[in-house]
């Protein structure tokens, strides 16, 4: 069984439609952070499942232990309706971290396509040390007003992203007008050494399609999918 962590919530920033939680983590070595990784945070029992909900947060990072973490509220969600009941003082528990949507080594440059509450994962990944010197492309796909603001965003990124972006897309059920938005996303203006692709799974696997059809070496794209992820075949 994973191990459990804990962390301390010491404020909230309320945006419209969910909070920003501002945390600190009890012990930061034993969690092994590395930028761009999420924890799995434990909302208690579901009395829906009777079991425990467990569910993925991506940490923003403030400065050493402290982060920023969000969850966009999602209807009849347990997890992240738990997440935006939270307050000041209240303890969090999780295991983690996990993920490989991390830099591991140095690197010139790369792009980054967020979509919805993916964008939290760029942000993570934005303060990689590894990134230095590096040019940064950034998207952010979302819908207007939904999750965190469009000011948050650009004032967290603007300082790393040697290109910002910020593009409307349709909301997240209107499944077929998001398809043909991303089928319709020029990739070739994404250069990079490396690519990083997280949010809906519909832009995650379309994206990663056309790079790969545009030739780029499939180890240089690294994804997240926060939610629809395509069936494994
Ligand atoms: C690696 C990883 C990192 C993640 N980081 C974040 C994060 O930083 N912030 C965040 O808000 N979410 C994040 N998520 C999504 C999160 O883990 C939950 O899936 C989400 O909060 C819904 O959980 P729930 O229990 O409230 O609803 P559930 O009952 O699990 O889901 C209900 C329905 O909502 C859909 N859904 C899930 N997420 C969204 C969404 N963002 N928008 C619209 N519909 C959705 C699900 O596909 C499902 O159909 C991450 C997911 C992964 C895999």
Redesign the pocket.
Known sequence: MAKSHQATVLSLLEFPH?NLLEIKVDDLEAINYAAGK?IIVN?GMNPGLDKL?K????L?PIDADRFY???????????????NSLKVSDRIEFSGC??K?TLDESVDSISVVCS???I??GMGLLSSQNLKDATCQIYWLRERD??LSDSFVLEHLQKWASHLEIIDIPA?DNETSRQDLFQSFDVKSLRGQHHFL???GLMVTSLREKLEQNTVDPANIKQ??????PPKT
């Open positions: 969910h999420y909302s909900h569910r993925a947060y991506t923003m973490l969000a969850a966009a509220r999602v209807d009849n969600g347990f997890g992240s309706h738990y997440i996990w993920g949507f919805d509450t993916g939290t994962a939904r999750f997240i997280a949010g809906d997240e999918i926060f939610f629809r992820k």
